[in-house]
């Protein structure tokens, strides 16, 4: 946040405080500073730096932030739960909030719907910093569409065996399990009949057919394309009620949504301040360029932007806090894809401040915009957001008194006016 921040109260701005102090004095020091993030660029990442990094995030108290201490989190809330992605995005990369993200959402989902052979041998563990985590939802033919999923899980005794594909896979390689929605029942198209499966990393008959690391941006979580032919799963790694998995599965997105876009403003806000701080310093004509108009007003435009989306994230939070985890499907949607179009807006134009040294390794502001790219389709792309918001959105604009009828026919009354016919003017000939 640019200005005061009103939406937070004082130990929640304590808290993101805190959070940014313990990143840059514990976390992401030694071997997870800033030669890493340059590594992760470079797809020269190891294991060990994920499990190192993991490690650190479960004893400070980061992972699985709503989840009860009872099972290693943090017993506190989805505003808490945004300011730490926040802070990870600012102070690390937005690869590093995503496995952290994933904590938070598959966390959630886990302590709501997981047995207690779930919650004891992934959950807890987890959220220790003890397991690496992996979402397995897209696939070849769908990603947002899950309901369309091909991956199939079929019973076999005591076990489920799991065959189909996922690609754009994170941390598919380091995941030592992958939450991973299969098709266990029901038609293709259906809602019933999704099912969450908890899968193991080393489970037989896992193969990875691509490596899709090197991308874009988001680089450094040796994603791939998977392939699970006859991968046996215990029957007791089902997550809830078999075929019941599509309200969990919303409601996790429900949280990723408000994670995805806060992490990415975090990496944005540093862009900018860095763009900041370079047009202070550069001189052009004997004076610096943040005295011309045109970049000292990019600036404040994007300041502006960046408050309001930080609001709307805040607000829909607070709603999820206040209202359970399924509220708020209309402003978490605003919240991601403002969000997110505005992290990537606000770097782009970063770069543009800056010239051509911004385009360069030199400063960060590259990275953060290939990176925050990404955000604008991660967890639910920007025009699918849209769609959810504009079908709330005509629910509340509704007035039942707006008279249909004279739509076209406003010459003899408007719809607005209760029916009430036009006031006769002067003629025009």
């Not at 990442?45 to 990094?53: L, V």
């Not at 904590?103 to 709501?112: A, I, P, S």
Request: with cysteine; hydrophobic share 35%; aromatic share 8%.
């Amino acid at each position: 946040m640019i200005g005061e921040d009103t939406s937070l109260t004082s130990a929640e701005q304590e808290f993101l405080s805190a959070c940014i102090e313990t990143l840059e004095q514990e976390v992401f020091v030694d071997q997870l500073d800033a030669e890493h993030f340059q590594e992760l660029d470079r797809n020269e990442e190891s294991r060990a730096d994920w499990e190192e990094y993991v490690s650190r995030m479960g004893s400070h108290d980061f992972a699985g932030i709503t989840v009860p201490e009872e099972y290693n989190g943090a017993g506190g809330t989805v505003v808490e739960t945004v300011l730490a992605e926040q802070a990870i995005g600012y102070c690390g990369t937005i690869v590093h909030a995503c496995q952290t993200s994933l904590t938070q959402h598959v966390g959630r989902t886990l302590y709501e719907h997981g047995n207690d052979h779930l919650t004891e041998t992934y959950l807890a563990p987890m959220l220790e910093g003890e397991l690496i985590v992996s979402q397995a939802y897209t696939e070849p033919s769908s990603g947002t569409d899950l309901a369309h999923l091909e991956t199939t899980a079929d019973k076999d005794g005591d076990e489920w065996v799991v065959n189909g594909q996922k690609r754009f896979i994170d941390f598919a390689r380091y995941g030592d399990f992958y939450f991973l929605p299969c098709r266990t029942s029901g038609a293709d198209g259906d809602r019933e009949g999704v099912s969450l499966l908890v899968v193991d990393g080393d489970a037989h008959g896992i193969e990875f057919l691509e490596s899709q690391s090197d991308w874009h941006g988001f680089r450094g979580t040796a994603a791939a394309w998977m392939e699970f032919d006859d991968v046996r799963v215990p029957e007791e790694n089902l997550v809830g009620e078999e075929g019941a998995a599509w309200s969990y599965i919303t409601d996790e997105l429900n949280l990723e949504h408000l994670t995805v876009a806060r992490y990415c403003l975090g990496a944005s806000q540093r862009a900018l301040e860095i763009a900041a701080n370079y047009t202070e310093n550069r001189v052009v004509n004997e004076r610096p360029t943040s005295r011309y108009q045109a970049v000292n007003h990019s600036v404040a435009e994007m300041a502006t932007k960046l408050d309001a989306a930080y609001l709307l994230n805040t607000r829909a939070a607070r709603i999820l806090d206040e209202r359970g985890i399924s509220a708020g499907r209309m402003e978490g949607a605003m919240a991601k894809w403002y969000g997110n179009d505005l992290a990537h807006e606000i770097a782009d134009t970063c770069i543009q401040l800056v010239g051509g040294i911004g385009t360069t390794t030199s400063y960060p502001i590259e990275r953060i915009q290939r990176d925050v790219r990404a955000g604008r389709f991660l967890g639910g792309a920007s025009e699918v957001m849209k769609s959810v918001v504009q079908h709330d959105a005509y629910r509340v604009l509704e007035d039942e008194e707006f008279d249909g009828s004279y739509v076209g026919n406003e010459l003899e009354g408007l719809p607005w006016l209760d029916g009430r016919t036009r006031t006769e003017g002067p003629d025009h000939d």
